[in-house]
């Protein structure tokens, strides 16, 4: 088997580093409400990958933490406020990563895993091609 070639990533201010050493098992662009509103953007793109391989190299105590609902931990920079991961009390073996903050717009892999999800929440205004399954939940 390849070795993987860990993907490394970090906010905008350069305050807080992470590397994903395992590859994703999933990618889901998610357009849930919380997600619009806490990236304030039309829909928020998320890398899932086990817990241990998504690591903090740098900054780690730059972070800070919110939970949008029970059992949902993102965690932000505190300087320049860019979500970087979320915590899923519902799934503890995963740890998903904002993969647009991977160094140099490297794709993260998992292609065949990669769809859009709470599309019953999706802005109206928003028009998504068929080329990415799509459902109304995770
Ligand atoms: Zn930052
Ligand atoms: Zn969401």
Redesign the pocket.
């Known amino acids: 088997m390849k070795a993987f070639t860990p993907l490394q990533g970090g906010c905008q201010c350069g305050a807080v580093r992470y590397e994903v050493r395992a590859p994703t098992t999933d990618i889901y662009h ?3 409400s ?2 619009r509103r806490i990236h304030g953007a039309a829909f ?1 793109t998320f890398g899932i990958a086990p817990i241990e391989s998504v690591v903090y190299i740098k900054g780690e105590d730059n972070l800070t933490r919110f939970d949008s609902s029970d059992g949902v931990s993102r965690s932000f920079c505190k300087t320049c406020g860019c979500q970087l991961t979320i915590d899923v009390a519902e799934v503890p073996q995963s740890r998903w990563f904002t993969p647009a903050t991977l160094d140099d717009g490297v794709h993260p892999g998992a292609a065949e895993n990669e769809r859009h ?2 599309v019953g929440s999706k802005l109206h205004w928003l028009h998504l091609d068929n080329v990415l399954p799509q459902s109304d939940e995770a």
């Open positions: 998610c357009h849930c919380m997600c928020a999800i709470f």
